[in-house]
């Protein structure tokens, strides 16, 4: 064999080695290498249920369709037996898919609470400046609580939520439901099992993907934080939260930069107009056109209440276009969300974890970087690798990713079981522990506005 020749094959064995070791493995594999949990959803606390948990939705819009989607394939677990809804047209969807009495239907959450208790639970998917009154007043008339996040637009009205929460020892989960993605669950058995030694900081970064920023929150329901909530809350709190979660501590200091650099009147190209459909000059290469992205691509039309017939669609978009905010132009709306915002944290373990969230990217996804004592993580929602530092071992997985779907059902089995066997340690996300990351969030946004370094209160004895 030449000189060249055995070069060559010593390449070859090289790069197939670095193959073996590179080859991408199932949770499974890795759960079985390492010794850990091999369904991370698992739960030998869970039980059948000898009936199912009943319960009155609040709110009959996109997300608390998704919660009710969960008692139609799973009868047995749970009935939405009441509906309330300031929609006509959602109620009676509502009704008619789960045989609904029309005593059960309410047009608006006040009148829930008008008749005495007359089932388990209520789940409150209200817009966010409307979580606040009719969790009380559930919490007030014995009923335990589902409540969409975020909890409530102000530090004052979560806390007051929680002193009621505690006070009356009624269970309130909140729906943070990336705790229940397999990216995030993976990511924290890794992490307690000290597979990478010591947390020592975090990197992470939300890409929210820019057709789905101006959606929600150029033109959409969050597009103004003063009449909903700042997108630190809205959008991120899923973020702080995870974040204290795999830390494990509580958040001590923040400190954020963010604002709206794109979306404003001066970034308005010439020849654009109010609307897209009033004959805009640039709508075609707008790459936030509303007639491409709903009428063209039929994207994102879950907020327009779709006629049932097909051939009703482009008449009743395009009348959404001409009538709503979804048709207005991306630079002349009032919003004032930040389109882009860097938070660091300082947590009181001495972990320090840096958090972007990002609008003017073409993917979704969020990206983790984990830096450990013993070894480090990199995941992108999709796959994941980690090196160790001692045996120069990489080990990478790939995952299916369910982003919120899977997520969405799985909170709601849990808190399904948590209300069934009246025991809010079966859930991962009771206000209790959710409120840390809003605390954190209300923080991060007084510092964006202050330019301070915050401090979280987690306990404070300041009486609300
Ligand atoms: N957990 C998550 O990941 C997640 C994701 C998106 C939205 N959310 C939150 O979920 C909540 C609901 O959001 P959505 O997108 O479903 O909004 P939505 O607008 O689709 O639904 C809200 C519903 O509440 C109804 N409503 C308004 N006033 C009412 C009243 N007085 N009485 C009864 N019903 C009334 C509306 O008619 C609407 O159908 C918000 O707080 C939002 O921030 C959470």
């Given at each position: 064999m030449?000189l060249?020749?055995?070069?060559?094959?010593?390449k070859?064995l090289?790069?197939l080695?670095?193959?073996?070791e590179?080859?991408?493995?199932?949770w499974?594999e890795?759960?079985?290498?390492f010794?850990?949990h091999?369904?991370?959803?698992e739960n030998?606390?869970?039980i059948?249920?000898k009936?199912?948990?009943t319960?009155i939705?609040i709110?009959a819009?996109?997300r608390?369709?998704i919660y009710?989607?969960?008692?139609?394939e799973?009868?047995?677990?749970?009935?939405?037996?009441?509906?309330a809804?300031?929609n006509a047209?959602r109620?009676?969807r509502i009704?008619?898919l789960?045989?609904?009495?029309?005593?059960?239907?309410?047009?608006?959450?006040q009148?829930?609470f008008k008749?005495?208790?007359?089932?388990d639970?209520?789940?409150?998917?209200?817009?966010?400046?409307l979580?606040?009154q009719p969790c009380i007043a559930?919490l007030d008339?014995?009923y335990?609580?589902l409540?969409?996040?975020?909890?409530a637009?102000?530090e004052?009205e979560?806390r007051?939520?929680?002193k009621?929460?505690?006070s009356?020892?009624q269970?309130?989960?909140?729906c943070h439901?990336?705790?229940?993605?397999?990216?995030f669950?993976e990511l924290k058995?890794?992490i307690?099992?000290?597979?990478?030694?010591n947390?020592?900081?975090?990197q992470?970064?939300e890409p929210i993907?820019?057709?789905?920023m101006s959606?929600?929150y150029?033109r959409?329901?969050?597009?103004n934080?003063?009449e909903?909530?700042p997108?630190?809350?809205?959008?991120?709190?899923?973020d702080?939260?995870i974040?204290?979660?795999?830390?494990?501590s509580?958040?001590?200091d923040?400190h954020?930069?963010?604002n709206l650099k794109w979306?404003?009147n001066?970034n308005a190209p010439?020849?654009s107009?109010e609307?897209?459909?009033?004959?805009?000059?640039?709508?075609k290469?707008?790459?936030?056109?509303?007639l491409?992205?709903?009428?063209r691509?039929?994207?994102?039309?879950y907020?327009?209440?779709m006629?049932?017939?097909?051939?009703?669609?482009?008449d009743?978009i395009l009348?959404?276009l001409?009538t709503t905010d979804?048709?207005?132009?991306?630079y002349?709306m009032?919003n004032?969300?930040p389109?882009h915002l860097?938070?660091?944290?300082?947590?009181?373990?001495?972990?320090t974890a840096?958090?972007?969230?990002?609008a003017?990217?073409?993917y979704?996804g969020?990206?983790?970087?984990i830096?450990g004592?013993?070894g480090d993580?990199?995941?992108?929602m999709?796959?994941?690798i980690?090196?160790?530092?001692?045996?120069k071992?990489?080990?990478?997985w790939?995952?299916?990713?369910?982003?919120h779907?899977?997520?969405?059902h799985r909170l709601?089995?849990?808190?399904v079981?948590a209300?069934a066997?009246?025991d809010?340690?079966?859930?991962?996300s009771?206000i209790?522990v959710?409120?840390e990351?809003h605390?954190?969030a209300?923080a991060a946004?007084?510092?964006?506005l202050?330019?301070?370094?915050e401090?979280?209160?987690v306990?404070?004895d300041q009486?609300?």
């Amino acid at each position: 064999m030449s000189l060249r020749q055995f070069i060559a094959s010593r390449k070859l064995l090289r790069s197939l080695n670095m193959l073996k070791e590179n080859v991408e493995l199932k949770w499974k594999e890795v759960a079985e290498l390492f010794g850990l949990h091999e369904d991370v959803f698992e739960n030998p606390r869970h039980i059948r249920l000898k009936k199912p948990v009943t319960v009155i939705l609040i709110g009959a819009g996109h997300r608390g369709n998704i919660y009710a989607a969960y008692a139609l394939e799973n009868p047995d677990e749970l009935k939405i037996i009441s509906v309330a809804d300031s929609n006509a047209k959602r109620l009676s969807r509502i009704k008619s898919l789960h045989h609904m009495e029309d005593k059960f239907c309410f047009s608006n959450w006040q009148d829930v609470f008008k008749q005495p208790k007359f089932a388990d639970a209520v789940i409150i998917a209200t817009p966010d400046n409307l979580h606040t009154q009719p969790c009380i007043a559930a919490l007030d008339a014995g009923y335990d609580v589902l409540l969409e996040k975020p909890i409530a637009p102000t530090e004052e009205e979560c806390r007051l939520i929680l002193k009621k929460a505690e006070s009356c020892d009624q269970i309130v989960g909140i729906c943070h439901v990336l705790r229940y993605s397999p990216y995030f669950r993976e990511l924290k058995e890794v992490i307690d099992a000290g597979l990478i030694g010591n947390i020592i900081s975090i990197q992470h970064m939300e890409p929210i993907e820019q057709v789905h920023m101006s959606h929600s929150y150029v033109r959409g329901k969050w597009k103004n934080s003063k009449e909903t909530t700042p997108i630190l809350l809205a959008k991120s709190s899923h973020d702080t939260d995870i974040i204290r979660w795999l830390v494990n501590s509580s958040a001590k200091d923040v400190h954020c930069f963010g604002n709206l650099k794109w979306f404003t009147n001066a970034n308005a190209p010439e020849g654009s107009t109010e609307r897209c459909t009033d004959g805009c000059k640039v709508e075609k290469s707008c790459p936030y056109s509303a007639l491409q992205i709903y009428l063209r691509d039929k994207k994102r039309l879950y907020v327009f209440d779709m006629p049932e017939k097909k051939s009703e669609w482009d008449d009743h978009i395009l009348e959404q276009l001409k009538t709503t905010d979804y048709g207005r132009c991306v630079y002349r709306m009032d919003n004032d969300q930040p389109d882009h915002l860097t938070v660091n944290m300082l947590f009181e373990n001495g972990v320090t974890a840096a958090f972007s969230m990002e609008a003017h990217v073409s993917y979704e996804g969020r990206r983790t970087r984990i830096m450990g004592s013993k070894g480090d993580i990199f995941g992108n929602m999709e796959t994941f690798i980690m090196n160790d530092f001692q045996t120069k071992k990489q080990t990478s997985w790939k995952m299916k990713t369910d982003a919120h779907g899977g997520g969405d059902h799985r909170l709601i089995k849990d808190w399904v079981q948590a209300v069934a066997q009246q025991d809010k340690s079966l859930l991962s996300s009771s206000i209790e522990v959710s409120i840390e990351s809003h605390l954190m969030a209300f923080a991060a946004e007084k510092s964006r506005l202050n330019r301070t370094i915050e401090e979280v209160k987690v306990f404070h004895d300041q009486q609300v």
